[in-house]
């Protein structure tokens, strides 16, 4: 177990890059931090430690006291943590949790690294792939409706041209004639009911 009683293992605590703090044993309550950390927190060492840790880091269910940290047998932990900065800002860490010794008591040391871009920039990727899913989907429902409605304009249309042909290649009588007119007009307001149909809003 390291013991920060040790003025150089202190020493590397203080002046280190890497943002860091110490707890009491049972991680409820912050004893001290490094200047990366009073940098990255916005709190400095004397006005305001020791104060609870749950006014910096929160998890979840907002209380680090459910993690049931004990140095005697919890040799390492790794946890990730809302940070609530002196400006009430918030971002994310990651904080490996370590027992160790200080001022002759088990206590727990928090090295944190900032995870808050990493966790942006994982949310975005996740909202856009979900974006993505949705626009498929839609995509799919376009095509069957523009197939359907592609099928209901065949019917008239192919009568319409088949009747076209007919009168096109053979001298027709007057009866038949009169029909075939009837039959075009009836299959071109069928095509123009089908057509009327169609949302445009879908293009």
Do not use: C, W
């Not at 998890?59 to 140095?71: C, D, G, Q, V």
């Not at 971002?91 to 690294?113: M, N, R, S, Y």
């Amino acid at each position: 177990m390291l013991n920060f009683d040790d003025l150089n293992l202190l020493d590397y605590f203080m002046l280190s890059n890497q943002p860091m703090l110490l707890t009491n044993e049972d991680a409820t309550l912050i004893l001290t931090i490094n200047a990366a950390a009073v940098k990255l927190t916005g709190y400095d060492f004397a006005a305001y430690f020791p104060q609870p840790v749950e006014s910096i880091l929160q998890t979840k269910k907002k209380r680090l006291a459910s993690i049931n940290i004990k140095p005697s047998t919890q040799k390492k932990l790794k946890k990730e943590f809302t940070l609530i900065s002196k400006a009430g800002k918030t971002g994310f860490v990651e904080a490996d949790i370590t027992p160790v010794l200080f001022e002759g008591k088990e206590a727990q040391l928090f090295t944190l690294t900032d995870i808050t871009e990493k966790k942006l920039y994982r949310a975005m990727l996740e909202d856009a792939m979900e974006e993505e899913v949705e626009l498929k989907t839609q995509n799919r429902h376009l095509k069957k409706i523009a197939y359907l409605n592609l099928q209901l304009a065949r019917r008239p249309l192919a009568n319409i041209l088949g009747l076209v042909n007919v009168i096109d290649q053979e001298a027709i009588a007057g009866q038949t004639l009169a029909e075939a007119i009837a039959f075009l007009r009836e299959s071109g307001r069928e095509l123009n009911e089908v057509i009327k149909t169609i949302d445009p809003e879908m293009f």
